[in-house]
Every structure is written in C-alpha cells, then in structure tokens.
C-alpha cells in the first residue's frame, strides 16, 4: 500500500460549497478559510501558549473585527482551528484506507508504515503537540480530537472488510487503537531527532514488526469466525 507522505499543516479540508445552508456566501466562506489557515501558521510558528487573535489578524492581513465577528473568543477560534486540522487530517486518513487491499499480505506493513512516518513530518510535529494542549484546555476540542481517532479506526476496520460495531471485531478495533498509540508516542519520542536517524528507522521497523502481524492475525481470525 502506497500513500502520500504530509504533515498535518499540509492538509486542507476540501473547497466548501458557494452557499451552506445557513446561507453564508461564498466569500465569507473564504474570509473564514482565510483566517484558519492563517491561524494554523500562528499556531505552528507561535503554539498554543503564543496564539492570539491579532496575531492571527496580522498573519491573515485582515481586521480583528473580521475574525471576532465569526469567532467571538481565543478559545472559540482554537476550537475551530482544531476542527480545520482534523478535517484535513481525516481526508488524508480516508485516502490511506482506501488503499488498504486486504488480500495483499503487505497491507499492514504500509499502513504502519505510513502512520509513524507521517507521525515525524516536520508540520505534524510542530501541530500535534498543540493539538493536544488546545484538547487538554478545551473540552469540545477535545471530543474533536478523541473523535479523530475513532473515525479512523472504524474506517480501517471497514476498508479490511469487518463490521467495527460487532463484539467479534474487538480484537482487531483494539489491535488499531494499541497501533495509533504507538504512533502518538513515535511524534513525542522521535519528532525532533534528524531525518533519517537510526533510532528512528530501528524503531520503526520494531514497530512494523510488532504492530503489523498483530493487525493481520486480528483481522484473519475475525474473517474466519465470519
């Protein structure tokens, strides 16, 4: 399985349509996108302790007027911040499921692959950390978050064919969380470390070869209980 290497900066969500239905037109959906994007570049350059709405006003060249009228609060734009990484995140996600083939013996071995080296892309180093410090602040962001994960393990689940919501799937739903565990772990213990450093690559393979066999016996036994 081959998938795009990004960090969590890298990643938009997809355009949004000319009217919602709350029936915002287009260019204040662009005004908003201005100022998220501007305000993960301020949360990734200045973090969480750093982050301010002038400092977003200056680094989206627009008022401060402009974005209190759509986020009132600090804390409501980090909110909303946290939502636009995620969304961006989650498409990333889909992207890398839907190229998990489970028939394919190697499935696993790119999936975790994947996962901890996407977990060392200089933006997702920079980002997490912050998103786990808005999480740790702010209880929606922190749903937002826990949600993240979720959805990505059901969508593994699902792209290797079982039903996540069944009690026979256990196993293998516990065998993905213990995975993105790892990963979370890979960011804080390795984000820093030079690229190519061999504590990195020893780690990773010792990860792979531990994570990997776990998810594909999970997933074999539960096809044959099927």
């Known amino acids: ?19 919602d239905r709350r029936g915002r037109t287009r260019k204040a959906l662009e005004t908003r996108r201005r100022i998220l994007d501007a305000s993960v570049d301020v949360l990734r350059r200045d973090g ?7 400092r977003v006003a200056r680094e989206a060249d627009v008022f401060q007027g402009n974005i209190t009228y759509y986020y009132p609060t600090r804390e409501a734009l980090l909110e909303a911040v946290a939502d636009h990484i995620l969304a961006g995140y989650r498409i990333e996600i889909e992207k890398v499921v839907a190229g998990i083939d489970p028939v394919r013996g190697d499935w696993a071995e790119g999936l975790v692959r994947w996962l901890l080296d996407d977990a060392v892309a200089p933006a997702t180093v920079r980002l997490s950390p912050e998103l786990w410090s808005i999480a740790n602040r702010h209880e929606e962001a922190a749903g937002t978050v826990q949600r993240l994960y979720d959805d990505g393990v059901v969508m593994i689940v699902r792209a290797l064919g079982h039903d996540p919501e069944t009690p026979a799937a256990g196993p293998l ?6 995975l ?5 772990g890979t960011t804080a213990i390795h984000g820093h470390r030079p690229a190519g450093d061999p504590i990195f690559l020893a780690a990773r393979e010792a990860t792979v070869a531990l994570h990997a066999p776990a998810l594909v016996s999970a997933s074999r036994g539960l096809a044959r209980r099927s």
């Open 1 to 19: 399985m081959r998938a795009p290497r990004a960090g969590l900066a890298d990643r938009r969500p997809s355009p949004p349509p000319s009217i």
């Open 48 to 54: 969480h302790a750093g982050f301010s709405i002038p």
């Open 173 to 178: 739903v516990a065998a993905v969380y213990a």
């Open 180 to 184: 993105i565990a790892a990963v979370e």
